[in-house]
């Protein structure tokens, strides 16, 4: 191979290529197209001014093919003095064709074909195997793996009911087009692909892709790692307070990439990994193989249940109130949300209730830079993970409990346990010290002005953190009456809302930011919506506030607690609503497109825990 690439190089070979006279070359993980000299007297652009650069890593295949020559497909005059033309006119033709993704100004991509003509075939095969080498050679350097076998779940009854159509005439001829196997499974009811990828066999695949909404793909990602955490004998569940077990491990991640092709009600994922939401754009994306690790959050129960996975937004009141009402009109379609938003609208509530959180020391009114590729915010988390050893880990721990007179330090686990995208650790690096007792290990809150942050056990509080203790601030806590409680993993941004809930929200920073609408008058909530719609600052709002945070818990108040007076809290100076029950009205939490109905839940952030066939939006 080295042999056959050396002689393509050095061998000055000359194609025809889009009526020019041209030389191939290939240099910094590209390859460059040069024209030498036009072949038509007609066409515009002289050779000087015309040069193509194809970045390798944006070549999809390569290939020859033998042809006839078209210097006579058009009545342009011919340079009638060309050497090269008199000799090949009544020579063979050969054909180097390169694919490549060509991209447009609305972030879209498409699949061009270059194709450069040749009389000699032993040039135009060595310049073929040439290609081929260097582009392997470039996937190797940035540990690139191209997906080869792909399960594939369509959705045919959610969003607009075009999933099936969209994959078989957009979807499949591109993946059969370079040669990737798929698997196809049409699902038949909710929870049906989660269900298949929890007990089927996946060793065969290189990866997972969902053809729906985001609710799809959110079915996905549970089944595969709740499916992970079972096979490294990781619980899920939570222990009972006193039930011995003293498993300390955190999430494993799975080794399977995950992509979307947008074809449901909202397709979130693709606009903020891609920038549109072009069923053929994802697919060039999974066909070049491109990575980039996600952010996910695991929702407990108060008393430490899980309950799932979530990657885009965790939202109560106003928006779990529209889901709400939005699953007794399924028949509708996507139209189903904007009747229920106006019901939601119309009987506006607001819900009182205290948020404990644990924030970042990168708040958000620092970190204003958005998710654009190459990302550096996100990249940088993986080069800090990369760069962590286990001694590493055991000396940012011991400083962090010498700072914080804390009675332990996270575990440190064997080398080979510390993989590339995650770091582990225990709960004492977010707050909680470690108390043993007879029966068991169970994290008891640090005394940090919390008022009652539920004791929970260990297995129930894994946190998947990849950054020393020292980035994270102590525990707060706000109370008050709350409109909306929403917690966005990234910007959200979608059709109707371009800019999302939180511009400058990271797909991979390990944060999430917590916004709080607070009651107001419906005029003033409805001037809040409309900043959604275009590049206005959302969180210009005396009612709105906004915290960048690694972990947060939201519990409702009952009615006892607000007539009681606490001067460690914020008091909820909003007009409750006289109600006879002892438990005010609660709303439910809307996440990913699905609905919890119990009010009081702990949301924590796991960095990195997933891999998407994506890069980020590209400027």
């Not at 007990?199 to 799809?216: C, E």
């Not at 107001?520 to 969180?539: Q, T, V």
């Not at 109600?579 to 960095?607: A, F, Q």
Request: charged share 20%; glycine share 6%; aromatic share 10%.
């Amino acid at each position: 191979m080295a042999v056959v690439a050396a002689k393509a190089c050095n061998d000055n070979v000359q194609f025809v290529y889009n009526k020019f006279l041209c030389s191939l070359q290939i240099k910094h993980g590209a390859l460059h197209v040069r024209c030498l000299k036009k072949l038509r007297l007609l066409v515009p652009r002289s050779p000087s001014s015309y040069h193509k650069e194809v970045p390798l890593c944006d070549i999809i295949s390569v290939s020859t093919s033998r042809a006839e020559w078209n210097f006579n497909s058009t009545n342009d005059t011919l340079v009638t003095n060309n050497a090269y033309f008199n000799q090949s006119s009544s020579s063979p033709c050969y054909v180097l064709e390169v694919e490549t993704v060509t991209k447009f100004r609305d972030k879209r991509w498409k699949i061009k074909t270059l194709k450069f003509q040749t009389s000699c075939e032993i040039s135009c095969n060595d310049w073929c195997q040439y290609i081929k080498c260097k582009l392997q050679e470039c996937l190797n350097k940035s540990s690139c793996q191209r997906p080869q076998n792909l399960l594939v779940f369509i959705n045919p009854y959610g969003g607009r009911g075009k999933a099936k159509s969209v994959y078989k005439h957009e979807v499949a001829p591109l993946f059969e087009k370079v040669g990737i196997q798929t698997t196809v499974v049409l699902t038949q009811y909710r929870n049906h692909a989660r269900e298949y990828v929890e007990k089927n066999d996946l060793d065969s695949f290189d990866g997972i892709v969902a053809v729906g909404g985001d609710g799809m793909l959110n079915e996905v990602i549970n089944g595969l790692l709740v499916r992970t955490q079972k096979d490294n004998n990781i619980p899920l569940e939570s222990c009972a307070i006193n039930s011995g077990n003293a498993s300390s491990s955190s999430y494993a991640k799975p080794t399977l990439r995950l992509g979307l092709i947008p074809a449901g009600s909202t397709n979130c994922i693709s606009y903020v990994s891609q920038g549109n939401e072009d069923p053929a754009t994802s697919a060039l994306h999974i066909i070049v193989g491109d990575s980039h690790p996600l952010d996910l959050v695991s929702l407990h129960s108060d008393n430490g249940a899980f309950l799932r996975f979530s990657f885009s937004m965790t939202s109560y009141g106003y928006f779990g109130d529209v889901l709400d009402n939005s699953e007794r009109l399924r028949k509708l379609g996507p139209s189903r949300y904007d009747f229920a938003g106006i019901n939601a609208f119309v009987q506006l509530q607001a819900y009182p209730g205290e948020v404990h959180y644990l924030p970042s020391k990168v708040d958000h009114q620092s970190g204003q830079s958005k998710c654009r590729y190459p990302c550096s915010t996100c990249m940088d988390s993986i080069r800090k993970k990369q760069n962590y050893t286990p001694d590493k880990i055991e000396s940012d721990a011991k400083q962090f409990t010498e700072n914080n007179n804390a009675t332990s330090f996270p575990t440190v686990q064997s080398a080979s346990e510390v993989n590339d995208f995650s770091v582990h650790c225990d709960l004492s690096e977010i707050g909680f010290t470690v108390n043993k007792n007879p029966t068991g290990l169970e994290y008891e809150p640090v005394n940090i002005g919390m008022s009652a942050f539920p004791m929970i056990t260990q297995n129930s509080f894994v946190e998947h953190i990849s950054v020393p203790a020292s980035d994270c601030e102590e525990w707060k806590v706000t109370r008050g009456n709350f409109i909306m409680v929403n917690s966005a993993l990234m910007s959200c941004a979608c059709a109707k809302c371009p800019y999302g809930l939180s511009p400058t929200a990271h797909l991979a920073d390990g944060n999430v930011d917590l916004i709080l609408v607070r009651q107001s008058s419906r005029a003033n909530f409805f001037r809040y919506l409309l900043s959604h719609i275009g590049k206005g600052d959302r969180f210009d709002f005396p009612f709105v506030e906004v915290h960048r945070v690694r972990a947060f818990q939201y519990r409702a108040i009952t009615k006892d607690e607000i007539s009681l007076s606490d001067s460690s809290l914020e008091p909820i100076t909003e007009e409750i609503p006289s109600l006879e029950k002892k438990t005010c009205k609660t709303s439910c939490w809307n996440t990913d497109g699905e609905i919890i109905s119990k009010p009081n839940i702990n949301v924590l952030v796991h960095r990195g825990l997933v891999n998407l066939f994506s890069r980020g939006i590209e400027e």
